[in-house]
């Protein structure tokens, strides 16, 4: 299947043409109606997009001459460019995406019997730091577009022959690529909701996962602009060592978390928050880390815990904590009655596995020094 498959990007001419990948449905609409259209039309279309990947107006059979025309001058479907893509023996795909300037995010589809999931980057780096997240090592450029977003999703379902309603290749969708999707809300919640849509890619809420390092506004903001599934990255039930491994906990430490992830539920009553724990050697991962993690769940008796073995990433201080203890760490906790997976680690032979994303980011990094700054102040918040 490698290489076969043509994947359009940005055209050469797309100067001051739209690219559709960036509307919602509602934007699509709104912009159909901007230039003279029924907005049933930007319903069509997007059937078209998204149903069949067709980024060819000419082949919209049911699109009326005259408008594909009109859409062919001012429009286009423009998915990011690949730069490369590679397989691993597990069946794991990463691609390789060109943002502007030299920089590129990753976006990896990991198959498993009974569904597929694709990993998807909502930032060109990241500005939170977390010490043992090679992504962090990066530094920070900027946030994707909406187009950029749901644009990988597009690349991979092209390539792996995505057919929604029919022969869904991408079952799930994870939030768990390259950056902090809470830090650019709007642009996410809007490709959210088209991995949601039925004219989108017709993903149930609890298909359509979000995590998050643990933005306590913008939680709350976010179980209000749309229905997904939310996972938290914790990694250490006390603030000590939370703020070590995520420096943003010192700004909303682990009581502040709690409580959102409480009103979340409260608001969501069926609903469960996947808790991230990353097992490091020594660092997180004793029997005390394990009864700290007991107390802190026991508050959010509904939610479960999804442990990763740690990813070794070149220059990285941390290991992967050992088989055994690993065992012995899910063990404390399923005795204690909390539901624990352990996430197999896959594709770690592309480097493709949790926190091992590189993509290329041409750091600014006084931007990133400035986010944190305004982090230290208090000065980041939902808004
Ligand atoms: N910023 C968001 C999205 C990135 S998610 C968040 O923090 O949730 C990627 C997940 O992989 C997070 O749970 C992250 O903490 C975890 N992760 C990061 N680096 C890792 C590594 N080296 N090994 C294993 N898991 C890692």
Known sequence: MNQVVHIPTVPADAGEKVNLLDFDRQGL??????????????????????????????????????????????????????????????????????????????????????????????????????????????????NLSTAEVIGQMWVAAKYLGNITHQNRRITNVVMMGMGEPLLNFDNVVKAMSLMRDDLGFGLASKRVTLSTAGLVPMIDKLSEAIDVSLAVSLHAANDELRTELVPLNKRYPIAELTEACQRWIARKPRTSITFEYTLMKGVNDQPEHARQLIRFMRKLPTCKVNLIPFNPFPGTRFERSDADTIRAFQTQLLNAGILTMLRRTRGDDIDAACGQLKGQVLDRTRRQAEFLKRLDQGAVHAG
Not at 63 to 74: C, D, H, M, Q, Y
Not at 104 to 132: D, H, K, M, W
Request: proline share 4%.
């Open 29 to 142: 609409r709104d912009f159909f109606t901007q230039i003279g259209e029924k907005p049933y039309r930007a319903e069509q279309v997007m059937k078209w997009i998204y149903h069949h990947l067709e980024s060819d107006f000419g082949k919209m059979t049911d699109v009326g001459k005259a408008l594909r025309a009109k859409l062919e001058a001012t429009c286009y479907v423009g998915p990011p460019k690949t730069l490369f893509d590679k397989g691993a023996a597990d069946g794991t795909h990463k691609w390789l995406l060109g943002m502007d300037g030299g920089n590129a995010i990753e976006a990896v589809y990991i198959p498993e019997p009974t569904r597929g999931t694709l990993c998807v980057s909502s930032q060109v780096g990241c500005g939170l730091n977390c010490q043992f997240c090679s992504t962090a090592t990066q530094g920070f450029n900027r």
